[in-house]
Protein backbone atom coordinates (compact mmCIF):
# COMPACT_ATOMS: atom_id res chain seq x y z
CA UNK A 1 0.00 0.00 0.00
CA UNK A 2 1.23 3.18 -1.00
CA UNK A 3 1.72 6.11 1.27
CA UNK A 4 -1.18 8.18 0.16
CA UNK A 5 -3.67 4.82 -0.22
CA UNK A 6 -2.55 4.86 3.66
CA UNK A 7 -3.24 8.23 3.72
CA UNK A 8 -7.33 7.82 2.56
CA UNK A 9 -8.20 5.92 6.16
CA UNK A 10 -5.71 8.59 7.82
CA UNK A 11 -7.49 11.53 9.84
CA UNK A 12 -8.75 14.79 9.11
CA UNK A 13 -5.48 16.27 10.36
CA UNK A 14 -2.92 14.09 9.06
CA UNK A 15 -4.88 14.02 5.30
CA UNK A 16 -4.12 17.83 5.47
CA UNK A 17 -0.54 17.72 6.34
CA UNK A 18 0.19 14.76 4.21
CA UNK A 19 -1.97 14.24 1.43
CA UNK A 20 -1.10 15.19 -2.33
CA UNK A 21 2.91 15.36 -1.98
CA UNK A 22 5.30 12.72 -0.74
CA UNK A 23 8.74 14.50 -0.11
CA UNK A 24 10.64 15.08 -2.75
CA UNK A 25 13.15 11.79 -3.83
CA UNK A 26 15.82 14.05 -4.93
CA UNK A 27 16.19 16.21 -1.61
CA UNK A 28 13.83 15.09 0.35
CA UNK A 29 11.93 18.68 1.07
CA UNK A 30 8.76 17.94 2.73
CA UNK A 31 6.72 20.70 1.28
CA UNK A 32 6.14 20.76 -2.30
CA UNK A 33 8.10 22.92 -4.37
CA UNK A 34 6.66 25.91 -6.96
CA UNK A 35 7.04 25.12 -10.20
CA UNK A 36 7.28 28.31 -11.61
CA UNK A 37 7.70 27.14 -15.32
CA UNK A 38 5.18 27.52 -18.16
CA UNK A 39 6.60 24.30 -20.07
CA UNK A 40 8.37 20.78 -19.47
CA UNK A 41 11.28 19.52 -21.53
CA UNK A 42 9.82 16.24 -23.45
CA UNK A 43 11.39 12.94 -23.55
CA UNK A 44 11.14 12.57 -27.40
CA UNK A 45 8.02 13.73 -29.11
CA UNK A 46 4.87 12.99 -27.03
CA UNK A 47 7.27 11.47 -24.44
CA UNK A 48 5.93 13.22 -21.23
CA UNK A 49 7.62 13.10 -18.05
CA UNK A 50 5.24 12.27 -15.41
CA UNK A 51 2.62 13.67 -18.05
CA UNK A 52 3.88 17.51 -17.80
CA UNK A 53 3.68 19.61 -21.33
CA UNK A 54 2.05 22.80 -20.24
CA UNK A 55 1.21 24.66 -17.15
CA UNK A 56 -1.86 25.19 -17.87
CA UNK A 57 -2.98 21.36 -18.86
CA UNK A 58 -0.88 20.33 -15.44
CA UNK A 59 1.65 21.71 -13.08
CA UNK A 60 3.37 19.89 -10.20
CA UNK A 61 2.63 22.38 -7.49
CA UNK A 62 -1.46 22.30 -8.51
CA UNK A 63 -1.47 18.43 -8.57
CA UNK A 64 -0.16 18.61 -5.11
CA UNK A 65 -2.81 21.06 -4.12
CA UNK A 66 -5.58 18.83 -6.18
CA UNK A 67 -4.34 15.60 -4.80
CA UNK A 68 -4.68 17.03 -1.38
CA UNK A 69 -8.04 18.69 -1.52
CA UNK A 70 -9.89 15.74 -3.01
CA UNK A 71 -8.54 13.78 -0.10
CA UNK A 72 -9.81 16.22 2.60
CA UNK A 73 -12.95 16.35 0.56
CA UNK A 74 -12.95 12.23 0.44
CA UNK A 75 -13.39 12.43 -3.50
CA UNK A 76 -11.98 10.89 -6.68
CA UNK A 77 -10.30 14.22 -8.14
CA UNK A 78 -9.63 18.03 -7.09
CA UNK A 79 -9.43 20.86 -9.21
CA UNK A 80 -7.63 23.98 -8.57
CA UNK A 81 -8.86 27.70 -10.18
CA UNK A 82 -7.78 31.57 -10.33
CA UNK A 83 -10.77 31.96 -7.91
CA UNK A 84 -13.96 30.16 -7.16
CA UNK A 85 -15.89 32.03 -10.03
CA UNK A 86 -13.64 30.64 -12.50
CA UNK A 87 -14.02 27.05 -10.58
CA UNK A 88 -18.10 27.94 -11.16
CA UNK A 89 -18.04 28.57 -15.00
CA UNK A 90 -16.19 25.89 -15.37
CA UNK A 91 -18.41 23.63 -14.04
CA UNK A 92 -21.55 24.71 -15.29
CA UNK A 93 -20.34 24.64 -19.00
CA UNK A 94 -18.65 21.10 -18.28
CA UNK A 95 -22.00 19.82 -17.31
CA UNK A 96 -24.17 22.13 -19.18
CA UNK A 97 -25.56 23.46 -22.62
CA UNK A 98 -27.38 26.58 -23.76
CA UNK A 99 -31.41 25.38 -23.08
CA UNK A 100 -30.36 23.55 -19.40
CA UNK A 101 -31.50 24.45 -16.21
CA UNK A 102 -30.19 25.19 -12.47
CA UNK A 103 -31.96 25.48 -9.73
CA UNK A 104 -29.92 27.74 -7.44
CA UNK A 105 -30.62 28.96 -3.53
CA UNK A 106 -32.92 32.00 -3.18
CA UNK A 107 -30.22 33.75 -1.10
CA UNK A 108 -26.86 32.71 -3.32
CA UNK A 109 -23.89 34.35 -2.91
CA UNK A 110 -23.95 37.25 -4.89
CA UNK A 111 -21.39 36.66 -7.16
CA UNK A 112 -22.85 33.57 -8.17
CA UNK A 113 -26.10 34.58 -9.01
CA UNK A 114 -24.36 37.69 -11.29
CA UNK A 115 -22.82 34.67 -12.97
CA UNK A 116 -25.84 32.99 -13.70
CA UNK A 117 -28.35 35.87 -14.62
CA UNK A 118 -25.52 37.73 -16.25
CA UNK A 119 -23.31 35.27 -17.69
CA UNK A 120 -25.14 32.10 -17.89
CA UNK A 121 -28.17 33.52 -19.14
CA UNK A 122 -27.18 34.90 -22.03
CA UNK A 123 -25.10 31.77 -22.70
CA UNK A 124 -28.61 29.93 -22.57
CA UNK A 125 -28.54 28.45 -19.42
CA UNK A 126 -31.85 29.07 -17.40
CA UNK A 127 -32.07 29.26 -13.71
CA UNK A 128 -34.44 29.31 -10.73
CA UNK A 129 -34.30 29.94 -7.42
CA UNK A 130 -35.57 27.74 -4.39
CA UNK A 131 -34.94 27.73 -0.89
CA UNK A 132 -32.48 25.55 0.04
CA UNK A 133 -34.29 24.58 3.63
CA UNK A 134 -37.23 23.63 1.38
CA UNK A 135 -37.13 20.34 -0.07
CA UNK A 136 -40.40 20.24 -1.74
CA UNK A 137 -39.94 23.83 -2.76
CA UNK A 138 -36.22 22.93 -4.47
CA UNK A 139 -38.44 19.45 -5.98
CA UNK A 140 -40.67 21.90 -7.41
CA UNK A 141 -38.40 24.08 -9.09
CA UNK A 142 -36.70 21.22 -11.01
CA UNK A 143 -37.62 21.01 -14.46
CA UNK A 144 -37.66 17.42 -15.61
CA UNK A 145 -35.40 16.66 -18.50
CA UNK A 146 -34.08 20.19 -18.45
CA UNK A 147 -32.51 20.89 -15.10
CA UNK A 148 -29.10 19.91 -14.79
CA UNK A 149 -27.63 20.72 -11.50
CA UNK A 150 -29.47 21.55 -8.31
CA UNK A 151 -26.96 24.11 -7.35
CA UNK A 152 -26.81 24.23 -3.07
CA UNK A 153 -24.59 26.59 -0.70
CA UNK A 154 -24.78 25.44 3.04
CA UNK A 155 -24.76 27.46 5.34
CA UNK A 156 -25.80 30.11 2.80
CA UNK A 157 -24.39 33.59 2.21
CA UNK A 158 -25.11 35.49 4.15
CA UNK A 159 -28.20 34.34 5.58
CA UNK A 160 -26.34 30.90 7.01
CA UNK A 161 -29.68 28.97 5.65
CA UNK A 162 -29.10 25.70 5.81
CA UNK A 163 -29.78 22.59 2.92
CA UNK A 164 -29.98 19.09 4.12
CA UNK A 165 -27.32 17.47 1.62
CA UNK A 166 -28.40 14.23 1.87
CA UNK A 167 -32.19 14.59 1.48
CA UNK A 168 -31.48 17.47 -1.60
CA UNK A 169 -29.38 14.69 -3.30
CA UNK A 170 -32.00 12.52 -3.26
CA UNK A 171 -34.28 14.64 -5.01
CA UNK A 172 -31.84 15.99 -7.57
CA UNK A 173 -30.91 11.93 -8.24
CA UNK A 174 -34.42 11.48 -8.91
CA UNK A 175 -34.68 14.34 -11.69
CA UNK A 176 -31.83 12.97 -13.40
CA UNK A 177 -29.89 16.28 -12.13
CA UNK A 178 -26.53 16.58 -10.11
CA UNK A 179 -26.37 17.83 -6.62
CA UNK A 180 -23.45 20.78 -6.42
CA UNK A 181 -22.58 21.99 -2.86
CA UNK A 182 -21.22 25.04 -2.56
CA UNK A 183 -18.62 24.40 0.63
CA UNK A 184 -16.81 27.94 1.37
CA UNK A 185 -18.86 28.63 4.38
CA UNK A 186 -18.04 25.06 6.36
CA UNK A 187 -14.74 24.21 4.59
CA UNK A 188 -14.05 20.41 4.13
CA UNK A 189 -13.06 20.40 8.00
CA UNK A 190 -16.79 20.76 8.99
CA UNK A 191 -18.62 19.08 6.50
CA UNK A 192 -17.72 16.89 3.89
CA UNK A 193 -21.15 16.94 0.81
CA UNK A 194 -19.64 14.23 -1.02
CA UNK A 195 -20.10 11.82 1.22
CA UNK A 196 -23.90 12.93 2.14
CA UNK A 197 -24.64 12.44 -1.72
CA UNK A 198 -23.53 15.48 -3.30
CA UNK A 199 -21.80 15.09 -6.50
CA UNK A 200 -19.41 18.17 -7.15
CA UNK A 201 -18.07 20.12 -4.13
CA UNK A 202 -16.71 23.68 -5.01
CA UNK A 203 -15.16 25.81 -2.89
CA UNK A 204 -13.67 29.59 -3.28
CA UNK A 205 -9.99 28.60 -1.77
CA UNK A 206 -9.76 32.19 -0.73
CA UNK A 207 -11.68 31.92 2.49
CA UNK A 208 -11.14 29.52 4.66
CA UNK A 209 -9.12 26.76 2.92
CA UNK A 210 -6.14 29.56 2.35
CA UNK A 211 -7.15 31.40 5.22
CA UNK A 212 -4.65 34.04 5.48
CA UNK A 213 -6.32 36.33 3.26
CA UNK A 214 -3.33 36.68 0.81
CA UNK A 215 -4.82 34.45 -2.34
CA UNK A 216 -7.57 34.22 -4.30
CA UNK A 217 -8.48 30.91 -5.92
CA UNK A 218 -10.98 28.27 -6.19
CA UNK A 219 -11.41 24.64 -6.23
CA UNK A 220 -13.98 21.31 -7.44
CA UNK A 221 -13.82 18.22 -6.18
CA UNK A 222 -15.96 15.50 -8.09
CA UNK A 223 -17.10 11.84 -6.58
CA UNK A 224 -17.73 10.16 -10.26
CA UNK A 225 -14.75 9.64 -12.79
CA UNK A 226 -16.77 10.76 -15.96
CA UNK A 227 -17.45 14.19 -14.00
CA UNK A 228 -13.91 14.10 -13.66
CA UNK A 229 -13.22 13.84 -17.19
CA UNK A 230 -15.79 16.65 -18.64
CA UNK A 231 -14.53 18.96 -15.58
CA UNK A 232 -10.52 18.23 -16.54
CA UNK A 233 -11.46 18.70 -20.31
CA UNK A 234 -12.70 21.96 -19.76
CA UNK A 235 -10.20 23.64 -17.26
CA UNK A 236 -7.62 22.78 -19.80
CA UNK A 237 -9.84 24.59 -22.72
CA UNK A 238 -11.10 27.42 -20.57
CA UNK A 239 -7.94 27.78 -18.82
CA UNK A 240 -8.44 29.28 -15.54
CA UNK A 241 -6.40 28.05 -13.51
CA UNK A 242 -4.41 28.50 -10.49
CA UNK A 243 -0.87 29.54 -10.55
CA UNK A 244 1.71 27.75 -8.81
CA UNK A 245 2.38 30.83 -6.30
CA UNK A 246 -1.23 30.62 -5.49
CA UNK A 247 -1.64 26.74 -5.58
CA UNK A 248 1.58 26.85 -3.29
CA UNK A 249 0.24 29.28 -0.56
CA UNK A 250 -3.28 27.63 -0.91
CA UNK A 251 -2.14 24.25 0.02
CA UNK A 252 0.48 25.90 2.70
CA UNK A 253 -3.04 27.40 3.95
CA UNK A 254 -5.28 23.76 4.35
CA UNK A 255 -2.42 22.34 6.25
CA UNK A 256 -3.41 24.49 9.04
CA UNK A 257 -7.04 24.45 8.55
CA UNK A 258 -8.15 22.12 11.42
CA UNK A 259 -7.37 23.94 13.96
CA UNK A 260 -7.98 27.25 12.66
CA UNK A 261 -11.15 25.91 12.39
CA UNK A 262 -11.53 24.36 15.80
CA UNK A 263 -10.75 28.54 16.78
CA UNK A 264 -13.25 30.29 14.43
CA UNK A 265 -15.77 28.33 16.23
CA UNK A 266 -14.78 28.51 19.30
CA UNK A 267 -14.67 32.43 19.13
CA UNK A 268 -18.21 32.76 16.89
CA UNK A 269 -19.53 31.02 19.60
CA UNK A 270 -18.64 33.62 22.16
CA UNK A 271 -19.53 36.69 19.88
CA UNK A 272 -22.79 34.65 19.30
CA UNK A 273 -23.48 34.59 23.24
CA UNK A 274 -22.92 38.24 23.53
CA UNK A 275 -25.10 39.39 20.54
CA UNK A 276 -28.00 37.79 21.93
CA UNK A 277 -28.35 40.15 25.24
CA UNK A 278 -27.04 42.95 23.43
CA UNK A 279 -29.93 45.50 23.90
CA UNK A 280 -29.15 46.86 19.62
CA UNK A 281 -29.41 43.43 18.31
CA UNK A 282 -32.54 42.69 16.75
CA UNK A 283 -31.56 38.97 15.76
CA UNK A 284 -28.72 36.55 15.81
CA UNK A 285 -28.70 34.24 12.96
CA UNK A 286 -26.23 31.46 13.34
CA UNK A 287 -26.59 27.88 12.88
CA UNK A 288 -25.08 26.61 16.48
CA UNK A 289 -28.20 28.33 18.00
CA UNK A 290 -31.36 25.88 18.88
CA UNK A 291 -33.82 28.63 17.49
CA UNK A 292 -31.75 28.41 14.05
CA UNK A 293 -34.61 26.86 11.94
CA UNK A 294 -32.18 24.23 10.26
CA UNK A 295 -30.01 23.99 13.65
CA UNK A 296 -31.19 20.21 14.06
CA UNK A 297 -30.31 19.55 10.39
CA UNK A 298 -26.45 21.09 10.89
CA UNK A 299 -26.17 19.50 13.88
CA UNK A 300 -26.28 16.20 11.86
CA UNK A 301 -24.02 17.10 8.82
CA UNK A 302 -21.50 19.90 10.28
CA UNK A 303 -18.76 18.81 12.63
CA UNK A 304 -19.47 22.32 14.12
CA UNK A 305 -21.43 25.33 13.13
CA UNK A 306 -18.20 27.75 11.66
CA UNK A 307 -16.82 31.03 11.79
CA UNK A 308 -19.32 33.07 10.38
CA UNK A 309 -22.26 35.19 11.78
CA UNK A 310 -25.23 37.41 11.11
CA UNK A 311 -26.92 39.61 12.65
CA UNK A 312 -29.62 42.44 12.41
CA UNK A 313 -29.66 45.85 13.93
CA UNK A 314 -32.06 47.91 15.96
CA UNK A 315 -32.40 51.57 14.08
CA UNK A 316 -32.29 49.84 10.15
CA UNK A 317 -30.08 50.50 7.80
CA UNK A 318 -27.80 53.47 9.06
CA UNK A 319 -27.55 51.98 12.19
CA UNK A 320 -25.99 48.50 10.84
CA UNK A 321 -23.42 51.15 8.63
CA UNK A 322 -22.51 53.15 11.82
CA UNK A 323 -22.02 49.62 13.48
CA UNK A 324 -19.54 48.07 10.12
CA UNK A 325 -17.61 51.89 10.02
CA UNK A 326 -17.32 51.68 14.03
CA UNK A 327 -15.02 48.99 14.34
CA UNK A 328 -10.98 48.79 14.96
CA UNK A 329 -10.15 44.81 15.52
CA UNK A 330 -13.13 43.68 12.95
CA UNK A 331 -11.66 45.20 9.86
CA UNK A 332 -14.27 46.68 7.32
CA UNK A 333 -13.99 44.39 4.10
CA UNK A 334 -15.40 41.81 2.03
CA UNK A 335 -14.59 38.57 1.84
CA UNK A 336 -14.17 35.85 4.88
CA UNK A 337 -12.41 32.91 6.21
CA UNK A 338 -9.42 34.74 7.44
CA UNK A 339 -7.48 34.41 10.62
CA UNK A 340 -8.19 38.25 10.93
CA UNK A 341 -12.10 38.89 11.79
CA UNK A 342 -14.07 41.00 8.99
CA UNK A 343 -17.19 43.08 9.16
CA UNK A 344 -19.33 44.02 6.76
CA UNK A 345 -23.10 44.90 4.88
CA UNK A 346 -24.29 42.15 2.81
CA UNK A 347 -26.90 44.62 0.97
CA UNK A 348 -23.98 47.31 -0.12
CA UNK A 349 -20.94 45.47 -0.53
CA UNK A 350 -20.65 41.67 -1.08
CA UNK A 351 -24.46 41.16 -2.57
CA UNK A 352 -25.63 44.30 -4.16
CA UNK A 353 -25.72 43.06 -7.39
CA UNK A 354 -29.15 41.15 -5.86
CA UNK A 355 -30.15 44.76 -4.63
CA UNK A 356 -34.36 44.89 -6.41
CA UNK A 357 -34.39 40.89 -6.88
CA UNK A 358 -36.29 38.09 -4.96
CA UNK A 359 -32.46 37.32 -3.44
CA UNK A 360 -32.25 41.31 -1.97
CA UNK A 361 -30.97 41.03 1.64
CA UNK A 362 -32.61 42.97 4.52
CA UNK A 363 -30.91 46.41 4.54
CA UNK A 364 -30.60 46.41 8.46
CA UNK A 365 -28.10 42.75 8.21
CA UNK A 366 -24.28 42.85 9.10
CA UNK A 367 -21.97 39.81 8.70
CA UNK A 368 -19.17 38.80 10.32
CA UNK A 369 -16.71 36.41 9.35
CA UNK A 370 -15.11 35.91 13.16
CA UNK A 371 -11.12 35.51 13.14
CA UNK A 372 -8.92 33.90 15.53
CA UNK A 373 -7.88 37.11 17.93
CA UNK A 374 -8.08 36.43 21.15
CA UNK A 375 -12.35 36.47 21.88
CA UNK A 376 -12.46 39.26 24.71
CA UNK A 377 -10.62 41.66 21.90
CA UNK A 378 -13.56 41.13 19.67
CA UNK A 379 -16.65 41.09 21.47
CA UNK A 380 -15.34 44.28 23.33
CA UNK A 381 -15.23 46.13 19.44
CA UNK A 382 -18.51 44.50 18.86
CA UNK A 383 -19.84 46.12 22.28
CA UNK A 384 -17.99 49.79 21.05
CA UNK A 385 -19.32 50.27 17.90
CA UNK A 386 -22.85 48.97 18.90
CA UNK A 387 -22.58 51.55 21.79
Not at 242 to 256: S, V
Amino acid sequence: MSEQQHLAKAGFETRAIHAGYEPDPTTGAVIPPIYATSTYKQDGVGGLRGGYEYSRSANPTRTALEGNIAALEQGERGFAFASGLAAEDTLVRSLCTPGDHVVIPDDAYGGTYRLFDKVEKAWGLEHSPAPVSDVDAVRAAIRPGQTRLVWVETPTNPMLTIGDIEALAAVAHEAGALLVVDNTFASPYLQQPLILGADVVLHSTTKYCGGHSDVVGGALVVRDLEVADKVAFHQNAIGAVAGPFDAWLTLRGLKTLGVRMDRHCDNAEKVVDFLLDHPKVEQVVYPGLESHPGHDVAAKQMKRFGGMVSFRVTGGEQAALAVCEGTEVFTLGESLGGVESLIEHPGRMTHASVAGTDLEVPADLVRLSVGIETADDLIADLDRALG
